[in-house]
């Protein structure tokens, strides 16, 4: 099969996260003898079967590389492959330019497309968006997106999540890039729930995220904490607003039980973060962005992964990688517990920093041993080797007989 995959992030973008997933994709696809081009902006291009699009040289999102517009992305495109109706199947993994312009072409020479839905746009804007600015964005967003893929659909404030007239605009943006699929992927059943109550109609599929078996081929100990012993935690997320690094370091500043806390990512908060654990006087250490054999190698000798989002992951790596890993998790998103083991995690009584730093204090050092079991026992469901299945079947049904508009 020929698949052309489009996406706005990719490895090494990102520290980890999404982006490493799709590369695992790719790597597991050409692996079964299938010809992947992956078209993204910024990347280096030293990976075969890697184009880059064109971008903006100075523009960054989240200090990612973005790409030009749409049509530009298009045209360059076609340029590089003539005979681009020759791809079996269209992958589209964003909402932004790059991806935008996959959904187009594959429109355009009637291929069938395949939308993956990973992001809560309508959270982003909502949390990193400061007032009287989060509707104007989401308005000039929303009228762009439509611009080059016109909305069917017209979203309306709820109490459900589009409770701002801002993250309305956000679900609308979403719901209609998926509804131009044939077949939506989606990480998790939460979010497919939340999509097809604003109207998605597409069929979906559930395709975990899916981790490289390269970056785990170690074996892993189980973890085991003593009474009274220092508590190893591993931040290993972007340090943004949605990701709240914040109020997590609130909660370290409230813990009474020894601990040691490894940052590893980048983002909008390292500088307010670097400076509320130096003015408390914080057991934390910063690393930046790492290359991710070195974040395992933490992750082998820490007791807990922290994930502290609230309502913003739909399937986060962080969880993923600390399965594959044999490490325990913590978390205060009650969505999560679909994503890891029973008896695998401990989850706050709710997201605020002193919840945190309660169940945090409170639970039991002899059951990280018994968690970090689970994580072992089921740590080969989450490699990308055990997902492809599942993605060939997206693509396959994609190329049936596609739904009517």
């Not at 517009?69 to 964003?94: C, G, I, M, N, S």
């Not at 000039?140 to 801002?166: C, E, G, S, V």
């Not at 325990?328 to 890891?340: A, H, K, Q, T, Y």
């Not at 396959?396 to 009517?404: G, V, Y």
């Amino acid at each position: 099969m020929k698949i052309a995959i489009f996406t706005d992030i990719y490895a090494p973008w990102g520290s980890g996260g999404i982006a490493s997933s799709i590369k695992a994709q790719k790597m597991e696809l050409e692996k079964l003898g299938h010809e992947v081009t992956v078209f993204c902006p910024g990347f280096d291009a030293r990976e075969k079967n890697v184009v880059n699009v064109p971008s903006h040289r100075w523009l960054r999102i989240n200090k990612s590389v973005v790409s030009k517009r749409p049509t530009v992305v298009e045209e360059f495109v076609l340029q590089k492959f003539p005979d681009f109706a020759e791809f079996d199947v269209v992958h589209v993994h964003y909402e932004a330019s790059c991806s935008l312009a996959g959904v187009r072409l594959a429109r355009r020479f009637g291929l069938p497309l395949v939308q993956t839905m990973h992001g809560r746009e309508d959270m982003a804007i909502a949390i990193n968006i400061p007032h009287p600015w989060k509707y104007i964005t989401a308005s000039l967003m929303n009228h762009m997106h439509a611009k080059y893929l016109p909305h069917r659909l017209k979203i309306k404030r709820d109490k459900f999540q589009a409770l701002t007239r801002a993250r309305a605009k956000m679900w609308e943006l979403m719901v209609n890039q998926a509804n131009y699929a044939d077949v939506m992927i989606v990480p998790s059943n939460h979010f497919a729930r939340k999509l097809e109550h604003y109207g998605v109609t597409r069929p979906f599929v559930q395709v975990s995220n899916g981790v490289s078996a390269e970056l785990v081929q170690e074996e892993f100990a189980q973890r085991k904490l003593e009474e009274g012993a220092v508590l190893k935690m591993i931040w290993n997320s972007r340090l943004s607003h949605e990701k709240r690094i914040l109020p997590f370091l609130q909660a370290v500043a409230m813990l009474k039980r020894p601990y040691l806390l490894y940052v590893y990512g980048d983002g909008n908060d390292m500088k307010a973060a670097k400076r509320y654990a130096k003015k408390h006087d914080l057991k934390v250490k910063f690393y930046g962005m790492q290359r991710r054999e070195k974040i395992m190698r933490t992750m082998a000798e820490a007791h807990l992964s922290i994930l502290a989002s609230y309502n913003f992951d739909n399937q986060p790596m962080t969880l993923l990688e600390a399965e594959a890993t044999g490490l325990p998790v913590f978390f205060c998103d009650p969505n999560m517990l679909e994503i890891v083991p029973s008896e695998s995690y401990i989850i706050a009584g709710g997201p605020e920093p002193v919840a945190m730093a309660i169940a945090l204090d409170n639970f039991e050092s002899a059951t990280i041993a018994k968690m970090s079991k689970q994580m072992l026992k089921h740590r080969a469901e989450v490699l990308q080797e055990a997902q492809i299945a599942d993605l060939l079947g997206a693509y396959e049904m994609a190329t049936q007989k596609r739904p009517q508009d």
